[in-house]
């Protein structure tokens, strides 16, 4: 009986190191090896097979007729070639799926008109389709002898616009050919224009270069403004602003604004000297934001001396 009692404890022992650590170690890792065997081929094959058929469906339905554009918006868009660009637009639009917009193809088809600047397009599932057009906004206009030519900002020409008188102009030997300013003082006249506030725009008949001065605008019935280069624009402009509104530059004949921490108003009689006031003014002025020719939206004010002129708004 006794040797029964022992036996039976040698074989529990001997069990026990059976299943021990190394003996759970062996059966995790058959365990891991039957969970992670490899998809069948017969598996992987159906699978392939049903995201092939989903990707031919989302295909087919992306460039059907259910999602096809047949009502086009076009917004923003002004002047004589309006009609031709919403056309132009529309067209476009009806080769395309609400699914399926190539804004590339909507911007190669008003290419041809320099007065779209961009196209922000949105779609109307299922059929609908917005455009609204960015247009140049003129800000001057180079002109020879009687043409003129208005140019945005950036300096592109816009032929397809008619001159106007309201524009400050930048006169030129010859008419620049292409769709862009070259010539190197307009540009930077340009560049002084489209930094202006906007406003001021209709206050302004011409911008030109001398030689002694650098570049200089003409204010309508007004003073000249010296800038001398087209450097620091938004703190010349700023202080061309405060050097206005101050009444101590009532009669000036021109405003010096090339160093514009230090603006000057002066007579060619000598009536008037230095308008220190203004500088102070200015010197403030200068450190505040401008709105710019590019915001045809920004209201605001100038006054010119007296007798001078008042302005409001663009």
């Known amino acids: 009986m006794i040797a029964q009692d022992q036996a ?6 001997r069990g026990s190191r059976r299943s021990g650590p190394l003996a759970r170690g062996r059966g995790r890792r058959r365990a891991r090896a039957r969970r992670f065997r490899p998809p069948r081929p017969k598996v992987l094959a159906i699978v392939a097979l049903v995201l092939g058929l989903l990707a031919a469906g989302w295909l087919w339905v992306r460039d059907s007729s259910l999602v096809a554009v047949n009502r ?20 476009a639009a ?9 804004v590339s193809q909507l911007r ?25 057009v960015a247009e140049q906004i003129p800000v ?22 008619p001159g106007s008188s309201s524009l400050p102009s930048i006169p030129l030997r010859v008419l620049p050919g292409g769709a862009r300013v070259t010539d190197p ?18 206050h302004i008949s011409q911008v030109v270069s001398e030689p002694s001065r650098g570049l200089v605008a003409q204010i309508r019935n007004g003073p000249s403004v010296y800038f001398g280069d087209a450097t620091a624009l938004s703190a010349k402009w700023a202080a061309v602003t405060a050097v206005l509104a101050d009444p ?17 108003a002066g007579a060619s009689a000598g009536a008037t000297s230095a308008a220190s006031n203004a500088g102070a003014a200015a010197a403030g002025a200068s450190a505040g ?26």
């Open 94 to 102: 009806q080769t395309m799926t609400t699914l399926d917009v190539s």
């Open 248 to 264: 101590g530059s009532a009669g000036a004949d021109y405003i010096d604004v090339t160093d514009p921490r230090r603006p000057a």
């Open 8 to 13: 039976e404890r040698l074989r529990k022992r």
């Open 72 to 91: 086009v918006s076009v917004t923003g868009i002004s002047g004589p070639d309006a009609t031709q660009i919403r056309r132009a637009l529309t067209t």
């Open 185 to 202: 003082q307009a540009r930077e006249a340009v560049s002084i224009l489209a930094a202006a506030p906007y406003p001021m725009l209709a």
């Open 289 to 314: 934001a401008s709105p710019t020719a590019s915001s045809p939206g920004a209201s605001g004010g100038v006054t010119y001396g007296s007798g001078g002129t008042s302005g409001n708004g663009g």
């Open 108 to 132: 190669t088809a008003v290419a041809p008109y320099q007065v779209v600047k961009d196209l922000h397009v949105s779609t109307q599932f299922p059929h609908g389709m917005k455009i609204a």
């Open 140 to 161: 001057a206009q180079i002109t020879v002898g009687w043409r003129a030519i208005p140019v945005a900002g950036d300096g592109t020409l816009l032929h397809d616009l």
